[in-house]
């Protein structure tokens, strides 16, 4: 367990690592900001790193064996049509449930939100339902 947690530490650190290079970079060449706000920058970013790194834990802990325990009975069943209709059905809740879809649809004029979300969902359906005839 501990070697698994410091491997998403590292992981963790590593993706965050560039952001924090760049700020301090550019505090220290082109734009100084308060030292106050300098600490609270350096204090945030160790949080989360610690956030990403539990996160990805418990997903890898907890979300990963469901679903790969799922995905095993699914193939298992041999039902091709199942497995089809399944992976459309996952694809569209999985879109819908995408904060980031919402904040796009309330960014463009001319369609409702509902109509631009059940698209993008309808096409990441179907683009699984590809995937997994493949």
Known sequence: MKKHLRIKFKEAVFSILPIIT???LLNFTITPIPKFSLILFLISSATLVLGIT???L??????MP???YIGSDLVKSRKLSFIIITTFIIGIFIAVAEPDLKILASQINGLSDSTIILSVSIGVGIAL???ALD
């Open 54 to 56: 539990f996160f990805t």
């Open 129 to 131: 339902r590809k995937t």
């Open 66 to 68: 469901m679903g790969e």
């Open 22 to 24: 760049i700020v301090l």
């Open 58 to 63: 418990g997903v890898d802990i907890s979300l």
